[in-house]
């Protein structure tokens, strides 16, 4: 019980230093990068903004070039590796971000996303991919 407990301590460690170093990555590139964002996409990946289903590569590289410059300010996120049984045995972990945007010729928001990131190897090099993404404004009370 011990070594299944120390192996998933490292596992959740692991997931941590991944995530922070992808929300870091994703919201650097929604900014000031946008038109390479779908790298970070799988070929198959869905995203649903607001409700708004959008899935593979080419339908999101048109959705984000729709969308208006942004600032993003992520305040926290955490993160949770996924137990390999429920993802077929791929390496994944959900990322969960929740901070602040402004679009132009918006006011600033706030907003939570859903990450669901899985690893792919090529040449002993891991890269973490998206699956699946949920962004959803949220509405706070005056």
Known sequence: ?????????????????????????????????????????LDKATLVWNGNAVSGQAALAEFFEMLPSSDFQVTTFDCQPVHEQATLNHNTILV????????????????NQNFLLTAQTTNNNTVW??????????????
């Open 1 to 41: 019980m011990a070594t299944t407990s120390v192996n998933f301590k490292t596992y959740v460690d692991q997931a941590c230093r991944a995530a922070e170093e992808f929300a870091n990555i994703y919201y650097e590139t929604m900014d000031k990068r946008r038109r390479v964002l779908t790298k970070l996409y």
């Open 96 to 111: 969960v971000t929740c901070g602040s945007v402004k679009f132009d010729g918006s006011k600033q928001q706030y907003f």
């Open 129 to 142: 991919k998206i699956a699946s993404d949920c962004f959803r404004f949220q509405d706070c009370p005056n």
